[in-house]
């Protein structure tokens, strides 16, 4: 069990169900010593009436005479008790009718004890001396025997019943004792690179609880100095390499200019303006993302259709992957108002256009499908590459973060993902990786919320090849 609200639960039920059932079991044994011992006051208090009725001159008296008081007095109770008087010297003096003639049990050394007579059951047997003769009285247990078994149905009944009852309240009471790690969990889990400032709150109980929520309280005070600090020098050093970048570059430049380089030496400037580029677009890429991350950038949000928005720039879709020898297969369902801007849309679509076209086979398919869900407008862009894991499509959108699942040299910068994670945050939207249909390739999505009520419109595919 990997609950912990399962195994609360559990020991729960354990122990409240063996509590029962050692409560039940001990007073299955003082109810069986009550009743045992109420039919042993009865044998006496039957003993105390035979003395009475065979009166003070009992010694003397004969068999008959004995036989005819004792038959007086035990006739009316001839269903609950057997009767038998033995003497040393004369045998057997007297049975009870109801013994048809057989002598009760006896047990050497014993005065109370359970015997069992045939055709009659099991009784409780009690042993009187009155000299010179030796009573035995016998009361039946059948009833006694069922109360017991009454009363162990009735315990099972319970215990049962007990168990399904703990249960539930084992399972209301993890929840309840949980919850507070509950909304730890959730709470932390919010807490990422781009939220750094919410907190766990605290209640005014102290407890253990509360002490781990003032720890996880207290490290990520320390992350986000920490962060702050490595936002704070990223910006810091990429604006200024910005200044040093410009000017290597217009020296290599100038040095083309000038003309007096050989072939080989240019070439070898021209890889160095190529690199330089690279380095002066991660720079850029760098300063957004400190930016965003600072909030220092509003967005110009305009409520528009969405579906004219993607036709616009259509073309230059098309022509990107046409380039690439792969098709486009677009697709827009509903109708709607979103608040976007499109610059930095587009920027994003053409992100993840461009990771997706690097790893499709030649002769591919990429899907570009808009459409309107309840409250938002979800784009989703599928591509039939080797596609991700399930842990990989977690970290894609963290800074740096490179796969290379064709085997091919990634020039990437490992940094485009995540400014698509930062532009669609600015949109108020959410962003995410999933395997594609079928577990092939890779579905990026992202939703922004709509404007307005969706109303489900035509569908408007499309597909596009180089052929």
Not at 374 to 388: F, M
Not at 407 to 418: F, K, N, P, Y
């Amino acid at each position: 069990m990997k609950s912990i609200g399962a195994r609360i639960t559990f020991w729960f039920v354990l122990s409240s169900t063996l509590a029962l059932a050692c409560l039940f079991v001990a007073g299955y044994r003082l109810l069986q010593n009550y009743v045992i011992h109420d039919l042993d006051l009865l044998n006496a208090a039957e003993f105390q009436q035979i003395k009475a009725q065979l009166g003070s001159d009992y010694a003397s008296l004969n068999p008959e005479i004995i036989n005819e008081r004792i038959r007086q007095t035990t006739e009316y109770a001839s269903v609950l008790f057997y009767i038998s008087i033995d003497s040393p010297g004369h045998g057997n003096l007297f049975r009870s009718k109801n013994l048809a003639g057989h002598p009760l049990p006896d047990v050497k050394g014993r005065r109370v004890f359970n015997g069992n007579m045939p055709g009659i059951g099991e009784l409780r047997i009690a042993e009187f001396v009155l000299p010179p003769f030796d009573v035995s009285i016998g009361t039946p247990m059948g009833q006694a025997r069922r109360a017991m078994v009454a009363y162990t149905q009735v315990s099972l009944a319970l215990l049962l019943g007990m168990i399904l009852a703990s249960i539930l309240i084992g399972l209301g009471l993890s929840r309840l004792m949980l919850r507070p790690v509950r909304l730890i969990g959730e709470t932390a889990n919010r807490i990422r690179s781009d939220n750094l400032t919410e907190r766990i709150s605290v209640s005014g109980i102290d407890d253990e609880i509360s002490d781990l929520a003032r720890l996880l309280n207290q490290m990520f005070d320390r992350l986000e100095s920490s962060f702050n600090q490595v936002r704070q020098f990223s910006a810091e050093v990429s604006h200024e390499l910005k200044t040093p970048l410009s000017l290597v570059r217009l020296h290599a430049e100038k040095l083309l200019v000038d003309g007096t380089l050989s072939q080989a030496q240019e070439e070898a400037v021209l890889v160095q303006l190529e690199e330089l580029a690279r380095v002066n677009q991660m720079v850029d890429e760098l300063l957004f993302l400190s930016r965003a991350e600072a909030q220092g950038i509003s967005m110009n949000l305009v409520a528009q259709d969405p579906h004219r928005f993607l036709q616009n720039f259509e073309q230059d879709v098309c022509a990107l992957t046409e380039h690439q020898g792969c098709r486009l297969h677009y697709a827009h369902h509903g109708q709607g108002l979103v608040a976007f801007e499109e610059r930095w849309l587009r920027q994003v679509v053409l992100n993840i256009l461009t990771n997706a076209l690097r790893v499709s086979p030649p002769g591919g398919v990429i899907a570009l499908r808009s459409e309107f869900v309840p409250r938002y407008w979800r784009v989703s862009i599928e591509d039939q590459g080797p596609g991700l894991t399930r842990e990989q499509c977690e970290r894609a959108f963290d800074r740096f973060v490179r796969f290379n699942p064709t085997g091919t040299e990634d020039r990437g910068s490992g940094l485009g993902l995540a400014i698509c994670r930062s532009i669609i945050q600015l949109h108020n939207g959410q962003i995410h990786a999933e395997p594609g249909t079928g577990g092939k390739g890779l579905r990026v999505v992202f939703e922004i919320p709509a404007s307005q009520q969706d109303v489900v419109g035509k569908t408007f595919p499309r597909t596009h090849s180089n052929t």
